[in-house]
């Protein structure tokens, strides 16, 4: 953990404090840093704990933070530190690419993520975006998230609804699906109509369909395609 009383610098240069239990790669960031004249390394950090002393300490204006540390990891310590009164904003660096890391990170704060292949020019753009408030995704976390969001979004269905299509995969019409279920056929019409909203189709066999290639409607043993 590098000493607090580190000088100030000049206002208009950016600065940077480099969170990584890894000792080499902690180094080897510093050193890619260490000649950009609009970028100061103001202290180091060896887990997520130090990382938030760090930042209360210092004040940077950017913590590059590893995720998987002793102690804090890289999750816990953006949260700490985006809660906390300094205006420092926090870029992922690590090797994660997963989609749950990557939620991970983003939902306790973080204003970018980045992976260790990054080129020096790409992290000295990064950080600069960072300081200015943008948000920076490493191009692979960038296609992920679009990918995630063309995902479907899951549908939870009703334990009635579910009876309901139950019986509409039996091929029972509404009125026996009123009386199987002890209910009236304007009620069942109503829960079909949500199904379809949910489902997004617009008659009885798509929901069905739907609804098993989604998993929400299993039936091993009968014929599905009723």
Known sequence: MADPTTPSVPADRIRVIVVDDHTVMRAGVVALLASEPSIDIVGEADNGAQAVELVADLAPDVALVDLRMPVLDGVAATERIVAG????????????????????????????????????????????????????????????????MRRPAPVALTGRELDVLNAVADGLSNADIGKRLVIGEA????????????????????????????GLLVRPDRDASA
Request: charged residues 25%.
């Open 187 to 214: 009620t069942v019409k109503t829960h079909l109509l949500r199904v379809f909203s949910k489902l997004d189709v617009n008659d009885r066999t798509h929901a069905v369909v739907v609804a098993m290639e989604r």
């Open 85 to 148: 009164p300094a205006p420092t904003r926090v870029l992922i660096l690590t090797t994660y690419d997963t989609d749950v890391e990557i939620e991970r990170a983003v939902e306790a704060g973080a204003i970018g993520y980045l992976l260790k292949d990054t080129t020096r020019e790409q992290l000295v753009d990064a950080i600069r975006s960072a300081a200015h408030g943008e948000t920076v995704l490493a191009p692979k976390v960038a296609q992920r998230l679009v990918a995630r």
